[in-house]
């Protein structure tokens, strides 16, 4: 069993739509995260989740939310996209919100909008 | 605040020769500190990582990274390079301070090209 999951894995779409991500993890850990990795290959944070409660709200634009009904699942939701927003998004999950613990990351799902 | 520096964004190597991937970090608290590959197209798999135990770590595939205090440095090697090992190689930092909220700080990485 795949321990972090998302879905899917390659989204193409025109700008302006709205599209989500969906990530699951199956290790139970407390806390899931999403990342995004840009064309030049940096990873910054965009937000976490800890026990269903927003813990970081980086400095992302509003058109971004994440959205969790379960401590398993983290979904990220994008509305009116744009060619910037391309970038591979990445998921990931830890023991609890701490340092220390290693965290799982998912395989990433690749976001072309044109 | 806490960030990391990788000191060089590519680094090519013979198959068969050491590999040193070099790693400043800078961090208020006490850091842990982690190694994260990524080969093309693929997720981030952990290497290894520093958690205040011993300075000298190992990890998997035959790399080692050691935790040097005094030069803020978690430098990444092997001492001998595999084709498998051509990837990107991310240098992490997430402090202790309140939780870790900052989540993970990676990198810009490190692209290591190996030559046949």
């Known amino acids: 069993d795949t321990a972090v999951s998302q879905t899917p894995k390659y989204l193409v779409t025109q700008m302006g739509n709205d599209k989500s991500i969906k990530c699951e993890q199956n290790?139970?850990?407390?806390?899931m995260y999403w990342y995004k990795q840009d064309s030049k290959k940096f990873l910054k944070i965009m937000f976490s989740?800890?026990?269903?409660?927003?813990?970081i709200n980086e400095t992302v634009p509003n058109r971004f939310s994440p959205k969790s009904p379960d401590k398993a699942h983290l979904n990220l939701h994008i509305n009116s996209l744009e060619l910037g927003d391309s970038a591979v998004y990445f998921c990931a999950s830890s023991p609890t919100l701490g340092s220390g613990y290693g965290y799982t990351f998912g395989s990433g799902t690749r976001l072309t909008v044109v | 605040a806490q960030s990391v520096t990788q000191l060089d964004s590519h680094v090519s190597v013979s198959e068969g020769t050491p590999v040193l991937l070099r790693c400043n970090y800078s961090s208020s608290y006490s850091p842990s500190l982690f190694w994260y590959v990524q080969h093309p197209n693929k997720g981030l798999q952990l290497l290894l990582k520093?958690?205040?135990?011993?300075?000298l770590v190992k990890g998997i595939n035959g790399f080692e990274a050691e935790f040097k205090k005094s030069e803020t440095s978690f430098h990444l090697t092997k001492p001998s390079a595999h084709m498998s090992d051509a990837a990107e190689y991310f240098c992490?930092?997430?402090?202790?301070?309140?939780?870790?909220?900052?989540?993970?700080?990676f990198g810009k990485g490190t692209h290591l090209i190996i030559q046949p």
């Open positions: 992490v930092v997430s402090d202790l301070r309140g939780g870790g909220a900052d989540g993970l700080t």
């Open positions: 989740y800890n026990n269903k409660e927003l813990i």
């Open positions: 520093y958690t205040s135990a011993a300075t």
């Open positions: 290790l139970g850990h407390d806390t």
